[in-house]
């Protein structure tokens, strides 16, 4: 009868197991040293060993070899490797997770070993267990007769009560390196006369993820066909499945904006008859470890991959955004709750891919953010109703004689103001408290969120002083210069502002936590910025601890400014309700216009 490699190749003695010798070395030594622990938690992820680790030690507490324990071929070794050895039971806690199966486990417990030295109980998929089992367990785990070892395998140690983990003694199988996988499945190849180039062991390897297990059964699947040379395409062709390499390749693709490769590798990988939902989630999941690895020193601790496949991630983590890895997981994870319902979940994968590759995206969340920053910056126009507001530019705050130009500036809820001039020409725009911003880029069209605006229109004698110039239509030739300055230093926003000093200022010092929670910043000048506080010793706080404030307000806005404090209701915040009067007046200063409420 035929067995499979995993189970031919099974390692009999310490010496055999890969990858693992964090643990063969503490296992030999308390078998040596005859202090070999009551309880054993074996944990790790599949195909790493565990449940081979425990037999063979319980061969090693059991064997009758004057030499190193386990021999392997003592007859004690030989029974427990058939399964007959009576004092070596196994139980699978999947299919005998009952409280009536650990009552008569527990039965059993009280009767001495028979043929060995010790009574060895090996309960597999020990998660498994209903509570009540669990329950019913601990008072034996934890006092069990000298002659009992229990070892307990898991692949899900989390779910275990902490009842059980502070029982037994935890050992954690890591997943296996590929050096090393590829060491044992060549000597295998060997032994077995296949001819296996090591680019294909590689690729074997790779997909195997770190179990020993699936490298063994992915070698088999290659070898099943009867060919005795294997290459990489071979294995490639027998895989049919979707490895890391390939969502490495596709977000690489993506990156690069080379949108028909993309198509063709996720056409080729899905003719392999690769599940597309499946696909969806292992793509999103890549980004994910993308985002784990560009944050973490050491991803392997939440990243269930082998070093290896981690160390490929990292590479490619460091060549890519941060917006294109946030930007990716969000448009993928929409796609999968679309593609639940749908008929066609391979036309929005496909569509998805166009997106990232081509940018869709990106112009999407582009136009929502201008939308919202459009809403924002128009409150200073916007009033009920929708009234529309005429405009009257001055140079130097005041207006110039005979050169004065009135447009109107309308606005409809969520959308941003549209200055109209008097020939019929439209400039969009935004008009706010923080400043005016131009969201078009069209010839002639003022950038009015530069600073140096004036330097966008076409260059002309005596550009910045003569009214009237082409290419600064009504706007440029009427608006004070100065002011635009002004409006940039005015752009803040004081929320996250004060989070950010309240975050630094709370590890610098332990007591500046009284500080953020009882103040707030109101206001941000040229000179100076204005800190609301609740109370007057919250005040009196606050001023004990200026020069923090100060130096940490001059590190998020660039500036070195004076503190004001101010009392709860002794000035009102720049953020707070406004009338449309009050708006209008804060627009007249600020910009250096004339502001009619129609």
């Not at 499979?4 to 990858?19: H, M, N, S």
């Not at 996720?266 to 597309?276: E, I, M, N, Q, Y």
């Not at 030739?477 to 300055?485: I, P, V």
């Amino acid at each position: 009868m035929y067995t499979a490699l995993y189970r031919t190749y099974r390692p009999e003695v310490f010496d055999e197991i890969l990858g693992q010798d964090h643990i063969v070395k503490i296992l030999k030594n308390q078998i040596n040293t005859d202090s070999a622990s009551h309880a054993y938690l074996f944990c790790g992820t599949r195909g790493t060993g565990k449940t081979t680790t425990a037999r063979i030690l319980a061969k090693g507490l059991n064997c009758t070899s004057e030499g190193q324990k386990p021999c392997g071929v003592c007859s004690a070794c030989q029974a427990i490797k058939a399964g007959s050895f009576i004092d070596v039971v196994e139980i699978d806690a999947a299919s005998n997770n009952g409280v009536d199966n650990i009552r008569e486990l527990r039965e059993t417990v009280k009767y001495p070993p028979v043929l060995g030295r010790k009574k060895v109980y090996i309960i597999d998929e020990v998660h498994m267990l209903s509570s009540g089992a669990s329950n019913a367990l601990l008072k034996t785990l934890e006092e069990p007769p000298e002659y009992v070892v229990f070892i307990l395998a898991t692949t899900e140690p989390q779910s275990l009560p902490a009842t059980i983990l502070s029982r037994c003694m935890r050992l954690d199988f890591r997943r296996v390196p590929e050096g090393v996988l590829i060491g044992g499945m060549a000597d295998i190849c060997r032994k077995k006369g296949i001819d296996v180039s090591e680019d294909a062991l590689r690729i074997i390897a790779a997909n195997a993820d770190g179990s020993v297990r699936d490298g063994l059964s992915i070698l088999e699947q290659c070898t099943a066909g009867g060919d005795r040379k294997i290459e990489p395409k071979d294995v490639l062709e027998f895989l049919g499945a979707s490895g890391e390499e390939t969502f490495v390749e596709l977000t690489d693709f993506v990156r690069r904006g080379k949108t028909a490769d993309a198509l063709v590798l996720l056409d080729r990988v899905l003719s392999d008859g690769k599940d597309v939902r499946q696909f969806m989630r292992d793509w999103v999941n890549h980004y994910r470890n993308l985002l784990m690895t560009k944050f973490m020193k050491n991803p392997q601790e939440v990243v269930n991959m082998s070093v290896e496949n981690i160390d490929r991630i990292r590479k490619q983590g460091e060549s890519i955004e941060l917006y294109d890895i946030n930007r990716g997981i969000l448009e993928i994870s929409e796609t999968m709750r679309e593609a639940k319902w749908s008929t066609q979940p391979r036309i929005l994968l496909e569509l998805v891919i166009v997106k990232l590759s081509s940018g869709l995206s990106a112009v999407a969340a582009g136009n929502a953010q201008a939308a919202r920053m459009a809403e924002n910056n128009a409150q200073a126009a916007m009033v009920a109703g929708n009234p529309s507001v005429r405009v009257q530019m001055r140079q130097g705050g005041k207006v110039s004689a005979g050169q004065e130009q009135k447009g109107t500036i309308s606005s409809d809820q969520g959308a941003a103001a549209t200055v109209q001039m008097p020939d019929g020409s439209g400039i969009p725009g935004a008009l706010g408290l923080t400043g005016l911003s131009s969201a078009s880029n069209a010839p002639g069209a003022p950038n009015l969120t530069n600073p140096n605006y004036m330097s966008d229109a076409p260059s002309a004698p005596d550009a910045q002083n003569a009214p009237g110039t082409p290419g600064s239509p009504g706007i440029v030739d009427a608006l004070d210069t100065s002011g635009a300055s002004d409006m940039a230093v005015q752009a803040y926003d004081l929320d996250e502002i004060w989070n950010a000093v309240f975050e630094d200022g709370e590890a610098a010092k332990g007591s500046f936590y009284m500080i953020g929670s009882s103040g707030r910043l109101v206001e941000i000048g040229d000179d100076s910025f204005t800190i609301e506080m609740t109370s007057a010793s919250m005040k009196e706080l606050a001023e004990l601890n200026r020069k923090l404030l100060e130096t940490l307000m001059e590190k998020h806005t660039g500036k070195q400014r004076t503190m004001k404090l101010v009392s709860a209701g002794g000035k009102k915040s720049m953020q707070g309700e406004q009338s449309i009067e009050e708006i209008t007046r804060s627009a007249e200063e600020l910009l250096g216009i004339n502001i009619e409420i129609q």
